[in-house]
């Protein structure tokens, strides 16, 4: 009976010891596999459901030239600060949280950063990726149809509420409002393109 006493007197540390054991496994597999930035491409997603290690894998499938990993995550994702929200190259949004999160945003005077000009217009060339080129799987006919798909908060929309569909809609649970996509305003990816061509692809997914 000593024994057992014993045994469920220290239970809280053992558990605790266990989940500091994961926790610090888990922050040394996450150094030990991860990319520079440089190599890699990071989309958050300001969802509560998201099958965020299957849509990596699909756009990892077809990933730029010189990126060996894509990573997707929750807003909530937090991992002992190995990875700055900050630092995201794609942010997926509802319109209710746009303004609150602007700061992380790229905005229009970053050209391709945006993917707007000044006007609601698509910008971009040959080098970063058009998004006029392809956009919800279809090629753009006019840059009235761009248009109508740029939200002058310069957020590509993604996820349109009222007709109920949206790109990558298989993986993302979207919540009864419109989406948009975003480039970050610190990505590493602006002036190579590379997070643009990683936009495209997700607004281009079923």
């Given at each position: 009976?000593?024994?057992?006493?014993?045994?469920?007197?220290q239970l809280?540390?053992?558990?605790?010891?266990?989940?500091?054991?994961?926790?610090?496994?888990?922050?040394?597999?996450?150094?030990?596999t991860?990319?520079?930035?440089?190599?890699?491409?990071?989309?958050?997603?300001?969802?509560?459901?998201?099958?965020?290690?299957?849509?990596?894998?699909?756009?990892?499938?077809n990933?730029?030239?010189?990126?060996?990993?894509?990573?997707?995550?929750?807003f909530?994702?937090?991992?002992?600060?190995i990875?700055?929200?900050?630092?995201?190259?794609?942010?997926?949004?509802?319109?209710?949280?746009?303004?609150?999160?602007?700061?992380?945003?790229?905005?229009?005077?970053?050209?391709?950063?945006?993917?707007?000009?000044?006007?609601?217009?698509?910008?971009?060339?040959?080098?970063?990726?058009?998004?006029?080129?392809?956009?919800?799987?279809?090629?753009?006919?006019?840059?009235d149809?761009?248009d109508?798909?740029?939200?002058?908060?310069?957020?590509?929309?993604?996820?349109d509420?009222?007709?109920?569909?949206?790109g990558?809609?298989?993986?993302?649970?979207?919540?009864?409002?419109?989406?948009?996509?975003?480039?970050?305003?610190?990505?590493?990816?602006?002036?190579?393109?590379?997070?643009?061509?990683?936009?495209?692809r997700?607004?281009?997914?079923?």
């Open positions: 009976m000593r024994f057992l006493k014993n045994v469920f007197s809280h540390s053992f558990i605790l010891w266990l989940m500091f054991s994961v926790v610090f496994w888990g922050w040394i597999f996450t150094i030990v991860d990319a520079p930035a440089e190599e890699k491409v990071t989309v958050y997603c300001y969802v509560s459901e998201i099958r965020d290690k299957d849509l990596a894998v699909a756009l990892e499938e990933r730029p030239d010189g990126i060996r990993m894509i990573k997707v995550h929750p909530d994702y937090v991992m002992m600060n990875e700055r929200m900050e630092d995201g190259d794609i942010f997926i949004l509802p319109e209710s949280q746009i303004e609150t999160y602007a700061e992380l945003l790229a905005d229009a005077d970053g050209g391709a950063a945006a993917g707007n000009d000044g006007d609601g217009g698509v910008a971009g060339d040959a080098d970063s990726g058009d998004m006029s080129s392809s956009v919800d799987g279809n090629a753009a006919e006019s840059s149809t761009v109508a798909i740029v939200d002058s908060s310069d957020g590509f929309l993604i996820y509420a009222a007709a109920g569909s949206g990558a809609a298989q993986y993302i649970g979207y919540e009864g409002e419109d989406y948009y996509l975003f480039l970050g305003a610190r990505s590493a990816h602006l002036e190579d393109g590379k997070a643009l061509e990683v936009a495209r997700l607004l281009d997914m079923e």
